[in-house]
């Protein structure tokens, strides 16, 4: 953020009015850290994409609401939620950002699912193999298990530090 305009100034200054109150477990919650820098992105894209220019109407509304950001939270503002939602899936689909640790996870979990087949698949040849009853298929799947979610993680991890070298991280 280099250049930060009157518009983002103004939104930075509103969500910390709005937020200085709130406790840390519902700064959290309302994934403040996000908005921030979901709000930096609307603005920087906001000069080309005609959805981010609307989208900063929304931003500011959303910091306009106190009652978006009161301490005693029982149950979720859905107003908040949805502008959140649609914000949020039109940065990931149109402009290519994604969270932090996005793909460690989607690639952690397509690893352990491989890594079970695979692992279930080459225990059930050694099990047909091996003339004696033993528990060649649970130590297989469990060992395809732990492989693909180590080298997803590796894989994903190595993804996600492209995506913020790229710069293209909420």
């Avoid at 994934?31 to 609307?42: C, D, G, S, T």
């Avoid at 080309?48 to 978006?68: A, G, M, Q, T």
């Avoid at 091996?130 to 060649?136: A, G, K, L, P, Y």
């Amino acid at each position: 953020m280099t250049n930060c305009s009157e518009w983002l100034t103004d939104f930075n200054d509103k969500l910390k009015k709005g937020t200085n109150d709130l406790s840390g477990r519902n700064y959290r919650f309302l994934q403040i850290r996000r908005l921030i820098k979901m709000a930096e992105k609307v603005d920087e894209y906001s000069t080309s994409c005609r959805d981010c220019f609307f989208f900063k109407n929304d931003l500011s509304h959303i910091v306009s609401n106190p009652e978006n950001f009161r301490d005693n939270l029982t149950s979720g503002n859905t107003a908040y939620e949805k502008t959140f939602g649609l914000i949020f899936r039109h940065l990931k689909k149109t402009h290519k950002l994604y969270p932090k640790s996005y793909f460690a996870s989607v690639y952690s979990l397509l690893g352990m699912l491989f890594g079970i087949l695979a692992g279930l698949l080459i225990a059930y040849m050694i099990f047909f193999i091996q003339e004696e009853n033993s528990d060649i298929l649970k130590t297989g799947v469990l060992l395809g298990w732990v492989i693909g979610l180590v080298v997803g993680q590796i894989f994903g991890k190595k993804r996600d530090n492209e995506m913020k070298k790229q710069d293209r991280q909420l």
